[in-house]
């Protein structure tokens, strides 16, 4: 009875150590931790990591039919498609800032460049951290402030720019009709997504936004600062 009850007892207890073992090595195979012949292992179920958004240190240039100095410091086009940019007022009174119509033209031969950017939409003032939309901003006399545009390819055929590109803002501002076209397509997207009942249609509203901003573009193609044989076909 003693050695049938021993034998039960150590039976058992094989039992429990090789449990151990194999739960050990299921957790093994999922920790990403574990070195396998001195490399880590694979990490699983990750999503890769967006590149953050470089900052430039640019030159101010003259907004187009303002007194007002702007320049692009930063483009996130990963996942937000922002662009901010710095407003400097060196004049002695308030100045009324609006992007409708301005557009950003990459640093570069235009023979081989990425698309440009046109500003579509409200802005944000970030500076304040406030998420508050608005389509026009008074900048204080004497005072630089930075403010978040939302921007949109607008060359269909160029590939597409990234964080590294640096971007100076046209000389004029697309003419009142392509601006205007391309104002209303955008408010009629994100229009679309609130009846929805999105909580954000603007952000829900981009892909849509983005293939109205190309359509109306290549309707009727106006040439644009920064063109070059990539444009010889328009």
């Known amino acids: 009875m003693q050695t049938n009850s021993l034998r039960n007892f150590l039976s058992l207890a094989v039992s429990f150590f090789v449990l151990v073992g194999i739960i050990g ?11 396998w012949d001195g490399e880590r292992a694979p990490i699983r179920n990750q999503q890769p990591t967006p590149p953050k958004p470089v900052r430039h240190d640019t030159k101010f240039s003259r907004v187009p039919d303002s007194k007002l100095q702007i320049r692009a410091i930063e483009y996130d086009g990963s996942t937000n498609v922002i662009l901010k940019v710095q407003l400097k007022n060196t004049e002695k009174s308030a100045m009324k800032f609006s992007a409708t119509g301005l557009y950003f033209v990459p640093e570069g031969d235009p023979d081989s460049a990425p698309q ?42 160029r590939s597409s720019p990234s964080s590294q590109n640096v971007f100076n ?62 444009e010889s076909t328009k």
Do not use: Y
């Open 169 to 230: 803002v046209g000389n004029k501002r697309m003419p009142k009709e392509l601006a205007s076209k391309i104002e209303t397509s955008a408010d009629l997207a994100v229009s679309a997504e609130r009846r929805k009942g999105n909580t954000a249609p603007r952000p829900a509203a981009k892909s849509a936004i983005q293939s109205e901003v190309w359509k109306s573009r290549d309707a009727k193609w106006i040439e644009l600062d920064g063109e070059g044989v990539q």
């Open 25 to 35: 090595v299921a957790a093994a195979d999922v920790d990403d931790d574990i070195i």
């Open 116 to 157: 440009r950017l046109g500003a579509v939409g409200p802005m944000q003032l970030t500076a304040a951290n406030s998420k508050k939309e608005a389509q026009s901003i008074d900048v204080p006399a004497g005072q630089t402030i930075e403010v978040a545009l939302d921007v949109f390819c607008i060359d269909s055929h």
